[in-house]
């Protein structure tokens, strides 16, 4: 939880302070299980570790206070990225003449089809219509899922069935988009329960196949370090252009800061809870502050 996490960073400022930094590698080492089970990954700890002895460089000593400060404008700095424009996306796509798709993609149970429908509303807000494509073709009750979501805002859906071609199920919707009026498609993926191989190549033929013009990985913030695997994990298959983080109203603001940490690519929103209008734009500095 994030009170916890903070107390235990706040350790770890207090302890380097009076180690100095010298010692700097001794306390982490002693830190280090309480950190990883608070849902810190080895990544985001290395990251920090290398920026801190920067700082203590030509210093033996200085209070938790200076480390505190320093160690968030390290994070701010990486993670302080302006999410995509999903607007001028659009319009520069129907500028030359063709419907742009969004495609979401993310490990089973991340709430991803519910993150898709809550940027449908977003859009809708914008004066956009978007159209989804339910291309998630291997889980049973996958498309009905996404079908009750959508009904709520009043999106159709472009459904293939089970086992279908999840490309051809995209590439389906941009046709019907394109000849309706749509202004653009958003492309549910199957979730993945792991990043093996055959399923990375999947994602890859239907990104390669689609060619989407915002790639989405959703995430679930309360997946503890793990997230940072995932991130890992499925930039090495496809680019990935932005990050949502789910669950973040149970405490999700480590994963959040983790995932644009690792990645360096910018949080589109924060899922808030279950509801599809419970979402809310990631603020940065508001998120070091519940962590550090």
Excluded: W
């Amino acid at each position: 939880m994030p009170g916890e996490l903070k107390k235990i960073l706040s350790d770890l400022c207090s302890r380097i302070a009076s180690a100095g930094r010298k010692n700097l590698d001794k306390v982490f080492l002693e830190l280090e299980l309480e950190l990883l089970e608070a849902g810190l990954s080895v990544q985001f700890l290395d990251g920090i570790k290398e920026h801190i002895k920067r700082e203590l460089s030509g210093r033996d000593k200085v209070d938790d206070a200076f480390l505190r400060e320093k160690i968030k404008e390290h994070i701010l700095e990486r993670i302080e990225l302006k999410p995509p424009d999903l607007g001028i996306i659009i319009r520069r796509a129907k500028e030359e003449g063709r419907t742009p798709i969004f495609l979401f993609f993310g490990f089973n149970g991340v709430g991803k089809s519910l993150s898709l429908v809550k940027t449908a509303d977003i859009l809708i807000k914008k004066g956009f219509i978007p159209l989804i494509a339910a291309a998630d073709t291997f889980r049973s009750a996958a498309e009905e899922q996404l079908e009750g979501y959508a009904k709520e805002i009043h999106v159709q859906v472009i459904k293939g069935g089970r086992g279908a071609d999840p490309a051809a199920v995209i590439y389906n919707a941009v046709q019907r988009a394109h000849s309706k009026g749509f202004d653009v498609v958003l492309g549910d993926t199957s979730g993945r329960r792991a990043m093996d191989k055959n399923l990375g190549e999947e994602l890859r033929r239907i990104v390669r196949i689609t060619k989407p013009d915002l790639n989405v990985l959703v995430v679930d913030g309360l997946a503890g370090s793990d997230v940072v695997n995932q991130c890992i994990g499925f930039s090495q298959f496809v680019p990935i252009d932005a990050i949502i983080v789910s669950k973040v109203d149970a405490g999700g603001y480590a994963a959040a800061i983790q995932s644009s940490y690792v990645l360096r690519k910018p949080i589109l929103f924060l899922g808030t809870g279950t509801s599809i209008r419970d979402y809310a734009m990631f603020d940065p500095k508001k998120a070091i502050d519940e962590i550090i």
